[in-house]
């Protein structure tokens, strides 16, 4: 159809500035000294033609009326057209909005050639090439990004890492990485970048020697410091340990290398040691309210809850920016002590933000702690939940308190209604397969973790269930162990998957596979059933003294964990 000369009159005032046009003589700005600007995009001349108004409007219309593919498309067909670059960001926008990154793709470089100077289209063509996961073709735009003035290279070479975490191809970052290190031989933050992406790779000698080189060049560096202890605390925590005291005996007003430090000495168990690098840090730092929370949560982390505490309400007398997470914090130490009302009371205070359902939460499991139950239950019900997610919350805690209170037959029953009225719910599925193996309901568990991983193939979590519970009844392990891959392979480093994929190892006789994946997974989460498995393999490998104390460390860490109690009892100890 024809616009009327009205109609297009109107609509090229209202979007006039998307297209460019030579100002007439007498509009030419008067010839007096302005301020310096950054310099505009050069734009095309182009006359606002009917045609190609008509593809404007029509994709500002899909757009509006919910049919973003069409208008993407059509922003796109019409940058190419008119060489616009704000009509080719346009057709980014929408395009990323309507989910379709291969026309996002195309239009984000049609903007960067079109305005090669401009780094946000050098950035969102780079963004969008790493989030397809074609790292290798974004190499070239992430050295342009590296080389756009003097401190973009350090700048970017430390934002790597982050940028490049959601490519599970390390080995594609590490190669990239590699690449683009090799042309700043020089440059401490190269050498950091590489050893992140050598470390994300599972190279951890390449890690070690890349952040040492990134030391050698800048030996003041803290991150440098800290990282290097971060690689050796994987499988040599009083090395990690030993570093960070190097670095202070010359560097000895670092907060955060200290802070790291005591962190160590109480990974490696040596708590009086790191009670006296809390003290140096808080007379170093006062009322540095990060240095104070930061050693209010590593004190409770070593159950110093005394001085946990203390340094919590100072953040409150002081003013701390996050006063809810304090007394949220505060909440949880005094249930760490057995002190029901008490954590009660401080999660009262909190009465919203992002804090407040946790603390519902945690306030109906203090109650079911004091033989409560009925009253936690009702609790959880009186509470209001702001839409589904929240709600699906609630019943599932209260579903744990039934758990916790040995009446899974209760809980299975409770998450099985709710799975009626919202049968594809990931959450339910997944709690309801869990408390489907307490009560020998295998058949639910693997229907429920089957639809889930249908329904989200990359619930790490799901493949991970199913895999653990075939390996711990002893069936069709070759199948358990393709599901615990799978699980590794999108959450390589969560040391729960770590530990079925050893107890899988355990199952088909490779004790020594077994026991060095089960150590790794210890070191980075001592829980009660991790210690249950280590101490079982270390125990079948002639170990036992070794198996002995992982199981006390265990009971100290998880007293109540039910596996770790049948472990112990079933070899006597």
Not at 75 to 89: F, G, S
Not at 121 to 147: G, I, S
Not at 345 to 351: G, H
Request: hydrophobic residues 45%; proline residues 6%.
């Amino acid at each position: 159809m024809l616009w009327p000369a009205s109609a297009l009159a109107a609509v090229w005032l209202a979007c006039g500035p998307v297209f460019a046009q030579q100002p007439a003589e007498s509009d030419a700005p008067p010839r007096t000294a302005a301020p310096a600007q950054k310099p505009q995009p050069t734009l095309p001349l182009q006359d606002l033609s009917e045609p190609i108004l008509y593809e404007f409007l029509l994709g500002e219309i899909a757009a509006q009326r919910g049919s973003p593919g069409i208008a993407a498309q059509t922003y796109l067909d019409l940058a190419k057209r008119t060489r616009d670059p704000r009509i080719a960001r346009r057709a980014v926008e929408i395009a990323n909005q309507a989910r379709l990154p291969d026309i996002a793709l195309e239009a984000a470089r049609l903007w960067h050639e079109i305005e090669p100077a401009s780094p946000q289209a050098l950035q969102t063509v780079t963004l969008l090439l790493v989030a397809t996961k074609r790292v290798d073709e974004a190499e070239p735009y992430l050295a342009k990004l590296l080389a756009t003035e003097p401190t973009a290279a350090a700048n970017g070479f430390m934002q790597l890492g982050r940028l490049l975490a959601g490519n599970q191809d390390t080995s594609a970052n590490l190669r990239v990485v590699q690449r683009l290190a090799a042309r700043y031989p020089e440059l401490p933050q190269a050498h950091f970048a590489l050893a992140q992406a050598a470390l994300a790779a599972n190279d951890e000698a390449l890690a070690l020697s890349e952040i040492r080189r990134a030391a050698e060049l800048r030996p003041d560096w803290e991150a440098a410091a800290v990282y290097e202890a971060q690689i050796l605390q994987r499988r040599a925590p009083a090395e990690a340990a030993k570093r960070l005291e190097a670095y202070l005996e010359k560097y000895p007003d670092s907060r955060d290398v200290r802070l790291n430090y005591a962190r160590a000495l109480a990974v490696d168990k040596r708590f009086s040691e790191s009670r006296v690098e809390f003290d140096k840090l808080l007379a170093r730092n006062r009322d540095d309210t990060d240095a104070i929370y930061a050693v209010g949560l590593l004190a409770m982390q070593v159950k110093d809850y005394s001085t946990a505490e203390a340094n919590m309400k100072r953040l409150l007398e002081l003013g701390y920016r996050d006063p809810d997470g304090v007394r949220y914090t505060l909440g949880q130490i005094a249930e760490e002590q057995k002190d029901w009302p008490g954590a009660i009371e401080w999660y009262k205070t909190i009465q919203g933000g992002e804090h407040a359902m946790p603390a519902r939460m945690r306030t109906a499991n203090a109650l079911a702690k004091q033989g409560k139950l009925a009253e936690a239950r009702a609790f959880l019900k009186s509470v209001s939940a702001d839409g589904e997610p929240q709600s699906v919350q609630l019943l599932i805690a209260e579903s744990q308190l039934l758990r916790e209170a040995n009446l899974h037959r209760d809980a299975f029953d409770l998450l099985g209604e709710a799975l009626k009225k919202n049968p594809d719910q990931p959450d339910l599925l997944y709690d309801h397969a869990l408390t489907a193996e307490r009560i020998d309901r295998f058949d639910v568990l693997e229907a429920n973790l089957k639809r889930l991983i249908q329904i989200k193939p990359d619930h790490a979590h799901a493949y991970n269930a199913l895999g653990y519970s075939l390996a711990d009844r002893n069936q069709r392990l070759p199948e358990a162990r393709k599901l615990i891959e799978k699980a590794l392979e999108l959450a390589p480093e969560d040391y729960f998957i770590v530990d079925s994929m050893g107890w899988v190892l355990y199952r088909e006789g490779d004790l020594a596979g077994a026991a060095q994946l089960l150590r790794r997974a210890w070191r980075g989460r001592p829980d009660g059933e991790i210690g249950a498995h280590l101490g079982e393999v270390l125990w079948m490998l002639g170990e036992r003294d070794e198996a002995a104390r992982i199981w006390k460390e265990a009971q100290q860490a998880s007293p109540e964990n039910e596996t770790l109690q049948k472990t112990i009892k079933r070899f006597g100890k």
